[in-house]
Nanobody
Framework: QVQLVESGGGLVQTGGSLILSCAAS????????MGWYRQAPGKQRELVAV???????SYGDPVKGRTTIARDNYKNTVFLQLNSLKPEDTAVYYC?????????????WGQGTQVTVSS
């Protein structure tokens, strides 16, 4: 079983920046797309950003132009840099990974990390 552990959330002021990281651990696995989603209270979970093995990235409309996603394939880690944060960015941010073991494909989720942007 592949586990994802997130870190880097917290409280930040409007206009500030934050870097989230997520490390995958387990045995006998390879990762395909890795990404971040977020869920604010009373809202559906939405895509923040996703990055493929080659580094090709795509972003959700609410964060385009102020967010960067990157990954370290050797360390099975994905990073998310959030800039020019707004109060509406307040949410629980979840790491997501698609991958394969020798037996099956999988989708894994992290436990979530809270990001709170104060106005």
């Amino acid at each position: 079983q592949v586990q994802l552990v997130e870190s880097g959330g917290g409280l930040v002021q409007t206009g500030g920046s934050l870097i989230l990281s997520c490390a995958a651990s387990g045995s006998d696995f390879s990762l395909n797309d890795m990404g971040w989603y977020r869920q604010a209270p009373g809202k559906q979970r939405e895509l923040v950003a996703v990055v493929g093995v080659t580094g090709s990235a795509s972003y959700g409309d609410p964060v385009k132009g102020r967010t960067t996603i990157a990954r370290d394939n050797y360390k099975n880690t994905v990073f998310l840099q959030l800039n020019s944060l707004k109060p509406e960015d307040t949410a629980v941010y979840y790491c997501n990974a698609l991958g394969e073991t020798s037996e099956r494909s999988f989708t894994s989720w992290g436990q979530g990390t809270q990001v709170t942007v104060s106005s």
